[in-house]
């Protein structure tokens, strides 16, 4: 019976890892072509505004153009809302089982959209689209193949690896990230059919842009043990600007709906448009996500002040570009803001020569993870994404060192994994439409003796058609996530529905009794 048991598992295992290899090849086909796109379209549009140096009247040209690009890309937000932004949370949601949709619906208008966005030099990253575009390949491979609810999720979880692995050439990077971040589960069958996709769809994304890694900096000298300490102070800086980021992303969609209010959500996009050009005729070389501009940071070492110029349009317009909900990412322009980041503190240090300019190049490459592990709170996907785009297998204890004390910043800080932070807005969002408009609050005190003490509020089991929606802990009231820890003394705050309001409140009741009469 076992013998038989091991066969039927094996064969699984064989079957989802073939699947996997039909999903890698597709999703690189896809990603692929989306990521030469991009990258033509980019060259294209910095071509015209060199060209407008000389001839400035080509920048009305290129706002009607831009115009027209933003109206179209609000039609089709307004037809499928669900590829506005990275798209890596809808993925993480699906996969969760909070969302479902038709694979072709998001495949089509998602490659469109991205191309238009992020090709026309927004600060956006291709990544996010990457990993939604292949995970519209895996559904739609599960759903042609009459898969199984458990199965579907596996190939959605392997179509977003490959998608990840296409756009950076990281296969080992795009699995784990999928393991660590999206998906949450290390089961065989997951990781299996990821990496089988992974590797495949590197293996097609090489055959069209080559062997060379994408972000090649050269040589990275071996970081003297003398000079560690850096590492300790960077990740230090490192977490606390990677806090800062969160905040600040997390509020951008919210400024955009006070100034913008008055305008379809879908139609945002129209207004970091017409930013553009200002930003292209002066900062031509800096457009799009920001792989270009890390490898010549790595070729020739800027000024400070060029450097904290360009970490101050990086950081303000990568808000501007995200915040309006336009299909794009944000993991490129992330790692792009760690090098920078990296190189700043790095060009002050050799300025008060506590640093040797020839490992300038080091801080850049253990300043991309350590900003990364910080703002996504995954260390390990940072650690081996950039060892991968690099190219370097010699740093790894001093990336490890990094990532883990920027993860520890951010963590002691109360900040929580980007991607999980942006599903629990959707997903309040999507909660606040299922609850009427007739609505009670709740107010639930934790005493000492609570079951809620100690628990994070995602292990909790909440009750239908209600939304915690408030942490009350003193005098301040703090907006919960999936990682808010819930303390004696807090004071719980629960929208609920009128018209379950008497069942609801008994449920929360029974929820926050002692421990002691748990067994009743």
């Known amino acids: 019976m076992e013998s038989k048991n091991k066969k039927l598992i094996n ?11 039909l999903i890698g090849a597709i999703a690189g086909v896809v990603v692929g072509t989306f990521r030469w796109s991009i990258e033509k379209s980019l060259g294209l549009w910095q071509q015209v505004y060199r060209s407008a140096h000389s001839q400035p009247w080509y920048l009305v040209g290129v706002l009607a153009i831009l115009l027209v690009i933003g109206v179209v890309i609000g039609k089709l937000v307004t037809q499928q809302p669900h590829i506005s932004g990275s798209g890596i949370p809808e993925i993480e949601g699906q996969l969760a089982g909070q969302f479902k949709f038709k694979w072709w619906s998001i495949l089509w208008r998602k490659f469109v959209t991205g191309i238009l966005a992020i090709g026309s030099g927004l600060f956006l990253g291709r990544e996010g689209p990457s990993i939604q575009l292949g995970g519209a390949v895996g559904q739609g491979v599960a759903e042609l193949t009459n898969e199984s609810e458990r199965g579907g999720r596996v190939l959605i979880a392997s179509g977003a690896a490959a998608g990840l692995s296409a756009a950076f050439n990281a296969p080992i990077a795009g699995t784990l990230f999928i393991l660590e971040e999206v998906y949450h589960n290390f089961s065989p069958l997951v990781w299996m059919g990821a990496l089988s996709a992974s590797i495949t769809a590197d293996v097609v994304s090489m055959n069209v842009f080559g062997l060379e890694t994408v972000l ?24 606390l600007l990677g806090y800062f980021y969160q905040r600040v992303l997390l509020k951008s969609s919210v400024w955009y709906q006070k100034i913008l209010g008055r305008i379809p959500r879908a139609f945002h996009g129209v207004f970091p448009l017409l930013l553009l050009p200002i930003v292209g005729y002066f900062f031509t070389d800096v457009l799009g996500g920001g792989n270009g501009i890390i490898i010549n940071m790595a070729q020739v070492q800027p000024l400070i002040g060029a450097l904290a110029l360009l970490l101050v349009v990086r950081f303000v317009f990568s808000m501007v570009s995200y915040g309006s909900g336009l299909p794009g990412g944000i993991f490129l322009p992330i790692l792009t803001l760690g090098a920078v980041i990296g190189m700043l503190y790095g060009a002050v240090m050799v300025k008060l020569n506590l640093l040797p300019e020839q490992y300038l190049v080091d801080l850049l490459v253990m300043a991309m993870a350590g900003y990364f592990a910080g703002i996504g709170k995954a260390p390990f996907t940072a650690i081996l994404l950039v060892t991968e785009m690099v190219g370097s297998l010699q740093h790894l204890v001093p990336l490890a060192l990094t990532s883990l004390v920027a993860y520890i910043v951010v963590d002691l800080l109360g900040g929580a994994p980007i991607y999980e932070s942006l599903l629990g807005r959707m997903t309040v969002d999507q909660k606040l439409h299922v609850i009427s408009g007739k609505n009670d609050q709740v107010e639930l005190p934790v005493f000492d003796d609570s079951r809620f003490v100690g628990q994070q509020v995602r292990d909790i089991n909440w009750p239908e058609n209600t939304l915690l929606i408030g942490v009350r802990r003193g005098e301040k009231t703090a907006i919960p996530n999936g990682e808010t820890l819930i303390r004696p003394g807090d004071t719980l705050i629960v929208l609920v529905d009128s018209n379950f309001s008497a069942h609801v409140r008994e449920q929360l009741k029974k929820l926050n009794q002692p421990i002691n009469n748990r067994a009743e």
């Open 216 to 239: 090649h900096v050269g040589p990275v000298p071996g970081l003297p043990l003398r000079y560690y300490w850096h590492l300790l102070l960077l990740g230090v800086v490192l977490g």
């Open 11 to 21: 064969s699984a295992h064989l079957i989802y890892i073939l699947k996997g290899v």
